[in-house]
């Protein structure tokens, strides 16, 4: 909805936050892993971190305006970054071997 003067009306605070929705999963989902990390349980922790930054990944190639502040650099950059750091935090999560 515009204003007479073709000026749109400042967003609120929720509406600023639900618009950058993709880059708060990621947070989120790291947020939490490092939270389970914390907890004694590094594996399941660096694999929800390493699964959060490939679903980043994969949600950096949705189109520019609906991406917010995920973008970074260009598309490409981006999701092979992302995708490379997440597949590989996630694989080398699962390959240590678990301690006795």
């Known amino acids: ?3 007479p003067t073709g000026e749109r009306p400042p967003k609120t605070l929720v509406q600023q936050v639900l618009g950058q929705w993709p880059l708060a999963s990621v947070l989120s989902g790291v947020a939490l ?4 990390v914390a907890m004694s ?3 399941a ?3 929800l971190v390493g699964l959060s930054i490939t679903m980043g990944g994969l949600l950096r190639l949705m189109p520019q305006q609906r ?3 995920l973008a970074v ?3 490409a950059v981006d999701s092979i970054l992302l995708l490379g750091v997440g597949i590989g935090i996630t694989v080398l999560a699962w390959w240590i071997p678990p301690s006795r």
Do not use: P, Q
């Open 1 to 3: 909805m515009t204003t």
């Open 33 to 36: 892993g490092l939270l389970i």
């Open 41 to 43: 349980h590094w594996r």
């Open 45 to 47: 922790g660096s694999t």
């Open 67 to 69: 991406v917010g502040l």
């Open 73 to 75: 650099r260009n598309r």
